[in-house]
T-cell receptor, first 113, second 117 residues
Framework: QKEVEQNSGPLSVPEGAIASLNCTYS??????FFWYRQYSGKSPELIMS????GDKEDGRFTAQLNKASQYVSLLIRDSQPSDSATYLC?????????????FGRGTQLTVWP | GAVVSQHPSRVICKSGTSVKIECRSL??????MFWYRQFPKKSLMLMAT?????????EQGVEKDKFLINHASLTLSTLTVTSAHPEDSSFYIC?????????????FGPGTRLTVL
């Protein structure tokens, strides 16, 4: 069973701060990683994908990948109350030809004004 | 781009009836579609994976005769919950994945909230 672990949270940060969300995975050969945001009562929304070691930035979001440490993180700069949601880390199952994802349990983030 | 729709968004039905949920990729061809179920405050649970023109692959513990999946075209997959019972009440979400480099990611539909009375 391939595992994806996230810091369970909940994580609470003040508006304007940096929120740091962490994820580790068990399959050392994994190549593709994704971060989804899920608001309460809604479906997940893809916000970042990352495939290479290092940082990938998109607006206020930065994904960081370290394959040697089997670690992927998401940083949210200048956090806003609208960022309050559950963030899901997902890893592509490299053994699946159909593109199955393994999800972590999610980290609930609250940004307070 | 990468828009996935689901219909209906909400359905309430009596125990014993069947409910069909449609999932469509609106602006890309989805070679693979996934069906998930999510209970309140719980993780996403993958139910099955379907490839266009092929039989669906069900996860362990998911009854294929109860949850019928049809992936008839590259833009449409349907999930039919047969003889629904109150314990089937849940949030059902589909996702779609294309075959191109751009749409290799998995995009989710808005979900269908099923309540069985």
């Amino acid at each position: 069973q391939k595992e994806v672990e996230q810091n369970s949270g909940p994580l609470s940060v003040p508006e304007g701060a940096i929120a740091s969300l962490n994820c580790t995975y068990s399959d050392r050969g994994s190549q593709s990683f994704f971060w989804y945001r899920q608001y309460s009562g809604k479906s997940p929304e893809l916000i970042m994908s990352i495939y290479s070691n290092g940082d990938k930035e998109d607006g206020r979001f930065t994904a960081q990948l370290n394959k040697a440490s089997q670690y992927v993180s998401l940083l949210i700069r200048d956090s806003q109350p609208s960022d309050s949601a559950t963030y899901l880390c997902a890893v592509l199952d490299r053994g699946s030809t159909l593109g199955r994802l393994y999800f972590g349990r999610g980290t609930q983030l609250t940004v307070w004004p | 781009g990468a828009v996935v729709s689901q219909h209906p968004s909400r359905v309430i039905c009596k125990s014993g009836t069947s409910v069909k949920i449609e999932c469509r990729s609106l602006d890309f061809q989805a070679t693979t579609m996934f069906w998930y179920r999510q209970f309140p405050k719980k993780s996403l649970m993958l139910m099955a994976t379907s490839n266009e023109g092929s039989k669906a692959t069900y996860e362990q513990g998911v009854e294929k005769d109860k949850f019928l999946i049809n992936h008839a075209s590259l833009t449409l997959s349907t999930l039919t919950v047969t003889s629904a019972h109150p314990e089937d009440s849940s949030f059902y979400i589909c996702s779609a994945r294309g075959s191109s480099r751009v749409y290799n990611e998995q995009f989710f539909g808005p979900g269908t909230r099923l309540t069985v009375l």
